[in-house]
């Protein structure tokens, strides 16, 4: 069983910064590429940033020069710092990652999502 909890979300104004976390636990083998997405209400969900088990990072456009993704591979441990928020940046935050599990004779890779945690930027 795999378990991907985010944290770190919450309410603040514009041009403030929060930094999110997400731990992944359970029977892992190893973490490939893992992301944040975003969801606000009455869109579709979006890619905000993506980082591989190298460290090599890619970024939506509309979050470029203000977000920074980061990644600790001993804890599991995936990182969004954010700064300069706007009220566009208000969404609910989603961890991803590509998580392989030992299944006793073999490797299983798959995807697993957090359940996300709520930013809001408001004044």
């Known amino acids: 069983q795999v378990q991907l909890v985010e944290s770190g979300g919450g309410l603040v104004q514009p041009g403030e910064s929060l930094r999110l976390s997400c731990v992944a636990s359970g029977s892992i083998l190893r973490i490939n590429d893992m992301g944040w997405y975003r969801q606000a209400p009455g869109k579709e969900r979006e890619l905000v940033a993506h980082?591989?088990?190298?460290?090599?990072?890619n970024y939506g456009d509309s979050v470029k020069g203000r977000f920074t993704i980061s990644r600790d591979n001993g804890k599991n441990a995936l990182y969004l710092q954010m700064n300069n928020l706007k009220p566009e940046d208000t969404a609910v935050y989603y961890c991803?990652?590509?998580?392989?599990?030992?299944?006793?004779?073999?490797?299983?890779?798959?995807?697993?999502w957090g359940e996300g945690t709520l930013v809001t930027v408001s004044s």
């Open positions: 991803n990652a590509n998580i392989v599990l030992w299944r006793g004779s073999y490797e299983d890779g798959m995807d697993y």
């Open positions: 980082i591989t088990s190298g460290g090599t990072t």
